[in-house]
């Protein structure tokens, strides 16, 4: 199959809807990566579980077909900044054919903790 793949449209921190196609089994980040998407911090660690950088919102019915979320992503989704019920890390986020179409939101504000706990404590 020469097509099999999936859209994604991202809203930026502007408000504005970029449309990426991507592999099934690929993830979030690869996506954004793979399309040169200029999201400015995103993906900081590379997919290490161990920023929280790569936090995208999703709507509820695109929360529900998204892979189930280890307690490592969790531990780092709790240091996310503007979490929502709805929050996962893109890096932990694979395509699939169920997610056609689908949209993510990267939050307005990122926190990478690797820089907060620069100098405190
Ligand atoms: Fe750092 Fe996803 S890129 S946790």
């Given at each position: 199959r020469s097509d099999n793949k999936v859209t994604v449209h991202f809203v930026n921190r502007d408000g504005e809807r970029i449309t990426a196609r991507g592999s099934p089994g690929d993830s979030l980040l690869d996506l954004v990566i793979n399309e040169d998407l200029?999201?400015?911090?995103?993906?900081a660690c590379e997919g290490t579980l161990a920023c929280s950088t790569c936090h995208l919102i999703f709507q509820q019915d695109v929360y529900e077909k998204l892979g189930p979320v280890t307690d490592e992503e969790l531990d780092m989704l709790d240091l996310?900044?503007?979490?929502?019920?709805?929050s996962r890390l893109g890096c932990q986020v694979c395509l699939t054919r169920a997610l056609e179409g689908m949209e993510a939101r990267v939050p307005e504000s990122v926190a990478d903790i690797r820089q907060s706990q620069d100098g405190s404590s």
């Open positions: 200029d999201f400015d911090g995103f993906g996310a900044y503007g979490l929502t019920d709805t």
